[in-house]
């Protein structure tokens, strides 16, 4: 129970890589409050993880919405008090070619994944700061360290969180905080179970270690890093990719 008495945010919880997130940090003792566009399916979830002997609230955000985001962090501050750990795992996808790509398309992406990030962050610093502890951690990708076609918004995006973590790392380093990025791979998720075994058999031959990876596994690194073990590792980017990127 290392997180115990510590509260988490993770954003985009409803699902994947988010929900493994809140539930592996609820499991290590946190109060979780996860966030997601469905209010119900934000709160089923963090039932399901209060039916485990855990502690979780589940909230709507709207990640790319300022007064969205302001409203979540009074409503935690009022309820539980200030957040020590925040997960910025909210994120979307517009894919198409450059060349066909429309500006709302390019905006929308940057919003939800670097901008909804940004508020979230400045709105926790605060009470971390008197603290003198907290964690920040951000979700980006391998797509934001080695490109891919049909993404230039969301590489665009993932590459610009982790120049953001490097930044504000050495920002907040003498008061204690530490904000660090995990860039996962190919993770299972809902776009790959729709996948053929055909083609989840050619993505897998792309990786050296053979497979798609668990969401499990990438919630370790993030209760890893949200951890006393990892108080001396700050402005990282922990790549989890089973080899892809190097």
């Known amino acids: 129970m290392k997180l115990e ?56 955000l709207e990640v790319g919405d300022a007064a969205s985001c302001e409203a979540l962090l009074s409503e935690i501050e009022k309820r539980l008090g200030p957040v020590d750990i925040l997960v910025n795992n909210a994120g979307i996808t517009r894919d198409t070619l450059l060349l066909r790509m429309d500006e709302e398309a390019w905006d929308e992406v940057l919003r939800v994944n670097l901008t909804g990030a940004y508020r979230l962050a400045k709105g926790v610093l605060r009470g971390m700061m008197k603290k003198r502890w907290g964690r920040i951690i951000n979700i980006s990708s391998i797509v934001g360290l080695i490109g891919n076609p049909g993404q230039t918004n969301y590489a665009a995006s993932k590459a610009a969180l982790i120049g953001f973590t490097k930044s504000l790392a050495r920002e907040v380093a003498s008061r204690g905080i530490t904000v660090n990025a995990v860039a996962p791979g190919f993770i299972q998720s809902d776009m790959t179970d ?44 922990l790549v989890v990719d089973g080899g892809l990127a190097m």
């Open 5 to 60: 008495g510590k509260i988490a945010l993770v954003t985009g919880a409803t699902r994947g890589l988010g929900k493994a997130t809140a539930e592996r940090l609820a499991s290590e003792g946190a109060t979780v409050v996860l966030t997601g566009r469905d209010a119900a399916k934000a709160q089923e979830v963090a039932c399901a993880i209060e039916a485990n002997g855990a502690k979780a609230l589940g909230l709507p």
């Open 194 to 237: 729709a996948l053929s075994p055909e083609q989840r058999e050619r993505l897998a031959e792309k990786i050296p270690m053979g497979r798609i990876g668990r969401p499990e596994e990438v919630a370790s690194c993030v209760a890893f890093l949200a951890s006393d073990d990892a108080g001396y590792i700050t402005g990282h980017t």
